[in-house]
């Protein structure tokens, strides 16, 4: 990945709406080989899909839990019950295996706390668990879906040398 690539991935993270000439314009390349860099950036997985991100208070789901569990089991079966399970919450829109105490950490959006309480029911009867706690959130102080690219650029050297390696 290089400094273009960096750009135009910066602009569609803060905008995947805008359109092919406004890319092109912005990164100082032609419509057609901003195009290309674009559809290899997608094959090689590097923008996995474009999305709508829409406001949760504007639709009734003002409440953000942060759900902890603790797995009562460590096996094969138990983590595929579980997963299974958790997938058909909508709900719980993100979910993360933990290292530490905690063996999950599920991100779960609701209305409010008899919202939550739904959920928590349903969790509950998905897998057996050790623990269950939740921390709900107060304030969003930042929120972004744009990933740091800093780390993703390569400089010329290092790309040449990744070229004949």
């Not at 096996?75 to 933990?98: C, H, Q, S």
């Amino acid at each position: 990945m290089d400094r273009i690539d960096a750009q135009i991935i910066t602009l569609l993270q803060e905008d995947a709406s805008l359109g092919l000439n406004e890319i092109a314009s912005a990164v100082n390349l032609s419509p057609t080989p901003c195009w290309r860099r674009i559809q290899r950036l997608r094959e090689e997985g590097v923008i996995r899909k474009q999305v709508v991100l829409c406001d949760p208070a504007k639709l009734n789901l003002g409440l953000t839990a942060f759900v902890m569990i603790r797995a009562s089991q460590h096996n094969d079966a138990w983590t595929a019950r579980f997963l299974k399970g958790v997938a058909t919450v909508p709900e719980i829109v993100e979910i993360y295996r933990m290292s530490g105490e905690v063996d999950y950490l599920l991100k779960v959006v609701v209305p409010d706390i008899a919202g939550y309480d739904s959920v928590y029911k349903r969790l509950i009867k998905v897998a057996e668990l050790l623990d269950v706690s939740a921390s709900f959130a107060m304030e969003v102080v930042k929120q972004t879906t744009a990933l740091p690219l800093d780390h993703a650029v390569m400089s010329g050297k290092a790309r040449a040398s990744a070229r004949t390696e």
